[in-house]
């Protein structure tokens, strides 16, 4: 029997912004994107588990394998969370969750120069103009805006 996995093409459009919250916690819902885009073959340059990713399974807690072991069945979003639930090793109050999602939406690059440097020239390769661009998920959604075929 074959599990229908609902996955985006990730090879024709973004997966959700980091913003984009499930169950309070940011991130998550976009590496729930890249896990189904990269189970099915279609998650083009998006890397599941990747150092973004990471966030979400420290915090929680969880094997990142085990997780795409159950996303595989076909799971929806609610059933995903349900399962990250009952399975994480770090059982989170609502308001550390709410923290740790506003501090992740308003993360920028850490002080040093290695990092800003890094940032300054990934935001140059779109935009030599734009002085909003302050936090990873400002660029994470400008790269995708541009990515697939918006202009800076």
Known sequence: MSTQINAPDLTQ??????????????????????CRATIVGKNGEFHYNCPLDQHVINFLGFDPEALKTE???????GEILEWLQANSKHKRAPWEINQWSDYHDRRGPDSDAE????????????????E?????????DLDDYVTFGGKA
């Open 13 to 34: 459009r973004p997966p959700r912004s980091m913003r984009v919250r499930l169950g309070g916690y940011a991130i998550l819902p976009r590496m729930l994107d890249k």
């Open 132 to 140: 909003d661009i302050r936090t990873w998920p400002d660029l994470l």
């Open 115 to 130: 990092t800003l440097g890094y940032f300054a020239e990934a935001v140059a390769k779109f935009t030599k103009t734009r």
């Open 71 to 77: 996303v595989a069945k076909g799971l929806g979003d």
